[in-house]
């Protein structure tokens, strides 16, 4: 039995769930989890646990996390999020200050 953590870079597209689930596949092992899911439309890492470090989740510190985001004013999509046919635009508000931003 393996234990210990493997840090994955997640692609785009990739549940964390197929992730998990490729893992255990790969090393054998029902004992895979991860700290925590990322959508699919989000990249990044992504730290499984492995076999009795899956407990040891709890004593991470999730307060060090960071996320970068990008976004787009002024577009309604099908979905309402990124992956959706843009159905509307407002050109207007291509652009806007960071004055406008934080008022918001």
């Known amino acids: 039995m393996i234990n210990g953590f493997l840090v994955i870079n997640k692609e ?17 092992q029902k004992e895979v989890g991860h700290s925590g899911t990322l959508d699919p439309a989000a990249t990044g890492v992504l730290v499984l646990g492995i076999g009795k470090a899956t407990k040891a989740f709890s004593l ?3 307060d ?3 996320y970068r985001a990008q976004i787009s004013f002024g577009e309604v999509t ?4 990124a992956t959706g046919k843009i159905i509307r635009a407002v050109p207007e508000m291509s652009f806007l200050s960071q004055a406008q931003v934080a008022g918001a």
């Not at 785009?12 to 054998?28: K, N, Q």
């Open 78 to 81: 099908d979905t309402q999020d």
């Open 12 to 28: 785009y597209g990739v549940t964390s769930h197929r992730v998990v689930a490729d893992i255990r596949r790969i090393l054998g």
């Open 60 to 62: 991470l510190d999730e």
């Open 64 to 66: 060090l996390k960071k």
